[in-house]
């Protein structure tokens, strides 16, 4: 027999309860299944164009599929037009669009679309520096609150136009699908202007891109881009396209001169000849990192690893860069100079820029001015920090400075660059020291302390060195300070100290016999042959005050002659005014002895000597061989006046400035705080 329960009527109200409420959901659920969409299109298209200011207009039909947490609206052809100000009547027309929406967040007043998909669309995009931008939804374009979230973005053709004047960037880029391409379906095509240069390109991605975070796979990417002299090809795979988070590509990068990106990157890199530099490109948050970097800069290799970090309140810039052969032509645009011919034209596919040849043929003005004038760009000084070092393992091309290697740590910090510690091998020897530029201060403070060790003088002048002679080993400084926006402008208004000596050595008289116009020693070594005479010492040092560079100890003492120098060089007026007077120890016959005159520009030096001494023995020989040709040797005779030099006493002076200003203008040089939180 079974037994019956009854059920409390308590109990039967809750089940009847359910069940009315599992119906109203049913209902509710089947109400919006089949809810007929479409009835609401004319009233979101006035509810949209209300809110945003703009028309809105869904030109065919609405559908809705809505789900727990998205819903899935159709748009079967939509026109969103731009605001007024915008040169594109436009922000989006597609002949369908179909994106999901997070209702959830919408209702906190966000906007987030994790999916769209779009069909033959005609984008219309405008940035204006007061920060309007058209794909801001609200009547204030400015208003950062209503610009929508975009994640996944499928398209099956059309055109995106981008237009930023203050950026000097307006380019349209054109889609097309076809799924033969395999994992690369989407190509695109991209045309305009940036920097007032043509840029073009082209390249293949995957269907689907990710604009913002979403936890999705990166999508392959690849670009062939020119804009203006660069040209980039990049190939790889990016997860954000929106901010290229997640970037990692092998890149290739040419051009006429990486200083020329600044505009583009951000990133103040120095001016270079043409380069051709390949790597891996990656980018994670706001760092941004180029390893395994190799390629060349004009004749010069470069190999070694970058990064800059935008998430510091300044942009840092670091890294180690080395060349196995730096050529010493490529170096002409780091301080203003354009490259020469050879570096020009040192990298293949890349159209040389003019050269240092072609800027001398159009100024062909004989006074013109050989120290660079290219102006600093405190801009560029200004807009990050970085710490970066460089090693040069052997330099080559040096012609009439023969350096053997180098390396700089170069490092700017709040708009000062310091070039510490800087190391070259030159002639056997050293240069060390730093330099320091202060471009928070216009003009620049500008400072130079450089020390010389060891050099071999036969190695430092290639004709003497072809003459078989030895020097001694020099030894010297430069310590100037002062203010200027470029080479020319600092030396030609520095101060301070610059000299050079050397000590005992050898040399060849023969050279000395030529610059003391002493014939009869000239033809007795000819027939004889030449021989070597003791350097006991020489120096060469100046004071510098304001620009003008002051003989203090100009001497070269041999054995057999004495040359004492004065005069003086103005580095503003880029001029020259020397007198060198030979005083031989020796007799000889034939010698027309007569200072040496080294006058003129630097672009156009001139060599000559004294027309006066050298006159008044030609007169005396004429009137002499008018008695008797064999007395007119008599005004030729030289009767030896020189003496030895103090040696001690000339490297003494040589290493110290005599005049106030000078002495000042040195120590100033030598006084170089350190950058606060840098190395001392």
Request: one cysteine or more.
């Amino acid at each position: 027999m079974t037994a019956v329960l009854p059920v409390s009527n308590h109990g039967s109200a809750w089940i009847r309860l359910g069940a009315i409420l599992l119906g109203l959901v049913v209902a509710l659920v089947l109400v919006v299944i089949f809810f007929p969409w479409d009835v609401l299109r004319e009233p979101v298209n006035r509810f949209v164009s209300e809110r945003t200011g703009r028309k809105f207009e869904i030109t065919r039909k609405l559908d809705v599929k809505p789900g727990l947490h998205l819903a899935t609206i159709e748009l079967d052809g939509v026109e969103f037009a731009n605001p007024g100000w915008a040169r594109d009547r436009y922000l989006l027309r597609a002949e369908r669009a179909e994106f999901e929406i997070a209702y959830w967040r919408l209702l906190a007043g966000r906007l987030v679309l994790p999916r769209l998909k779009l069909s033959s669309p005609e984008i219309g995009l405008q940035l204006e520096e007061d920060g309007r931008r058209t794909w801001a939804l609200s009547k204030d374009s400015a208003d950062t609150g209503t610009v929508p979230t975009i994640g996944l973005v499928q398209v099956d053709g059309g055109s995106v136009d981008f237009l930023a004047r203050h950026q000097e960037l307006d380019l349209r880029v054109q889609f097309d699908y076809d799924s033969s391409r395999g994992d690369m379906p989407l190509q695109y095509a991209i045309n305009g202007l940036l920097h007032r240069q043509p840029l073009k390109g082209e390249g293949r991605t995957g269907d689907v891109l990710e604009l913002n975070s979403g936890g999705h796979a990166p999508f392959p990417i690849e670009i062939d881009l020119r804009a203006g002299t660069a040209h980039l090809k990049a190939k790889g795979t990016v997860a954000e396209l929106a901010s290229l988070d997640g970037l990692d590509a092998q890149v290739d990068m040419r051009g006429q001169n990486l200083g020329n990106l600044y505009p583009v990157l951000g990133v103040a890199l120095p001016q270079t000849p043409p380069y051709a530099i390949k790597g891996n490109l990656r980018k994670n948050g706001d760092l941004w990192e180029l390893r395994a970097l190799s390629g060349r800069l004009g004749l010069s290799d470069i190999v070694g690893d970058m990064q800059f970090d935008k998430a510091r309140k300044v942009p840092h810039l670091g890294g180690a860069l080395r060349s196995r052969v730096l050529d010493m032509d490529d170096l002409g645009p780091l301080i203003g100079l354009a490259p020469t011919a050879r570096s020009a034209h040192a990298v293949e596919g890349v159209a040389p820029p003019p050269t240092i040849s072609q800027t001398k043929q159009g100024r062909p003005d004989p006074n013109r001015k050989v120290l660079p004038d290219a102006p600093l760009d405190f801009e560029r000084l200004r807009a990050m920090n970085a710490d970066v070092k460089y090693v040069a393992d052997r330099i080559d091309n040096v012609r009439q400075l023969p350096l053997d290697k180098g390396s700089v740590q170069v490092t700017l910090k709040d708009g000062v660059l310091t070039l510490d510690p800087l190391d070259l091998g030159v002639a056997s020897g050293k240069v060390t020291g730093k330099i320091r530029i202060d471009a928070t201060q216009n003009p620049a403070d500008v400072r130079a302390a450089l020390d010389v060790r060891s050099m071999q003088l036969e190695r430092l002048i290639p004709k003497v060195e072809k003459l078989k002679s030895s020097f001694g080993k020099l030894d010297g400084r430069i310590n100037l300070s002062g203010r200027g926006n470029s080479v020319a402008g600092w030396l030609g208004g520095a101060s301070g100290d610059v000299a050079a000596m050397t000590g005992r050595g050898q040399m060849s008289n023969l050279l000395l016999e030529v610059f003391g116009l002493d014939g009869g020693e000239i033809i007795k070594f000819l027939l004889e042959g030449d021989r070597e005479v003791t350097l006991r010492c020489a120096a060469v040092a100046f004071d510098v005050g304001r620009g003008v560079m002051r003989g203090r100890n100009l001497l070269l003492d041999t054995s057999d002659t004495v040359f004492n120098g004065t005069g003086d060089i103005s580095l503003a007026d880029e001029k020259m005014n020397l007198v060198i007077e030979p005083r031989p120890k020796d007799k000889s016959i034939l010698a027309m002895r007569t200072p040496l005159l080294i006058r003129g520009t630097f672009a156009t030096p001139k060599v000559g000597v004294e027309a006066a001494p050298l006159a008044a023995r030609g007169a005396a020989a004429l009137a002499l061989g008018a008695i008797n040709p064999l007395l007119a040797l008599a005004a030729t005779i030289e009767t030896g006046p020189g003496q030895d030099a103090d040696c001690t006493e000339v490297l003494t002076q040589a290493r110290k400035p005599e005049s106030g200003e000078a002495a000042a203008g040195a120590a100033k040089a030598r006084k170089q705080p350190a950058l606060a939180g840098s190395r001392s």
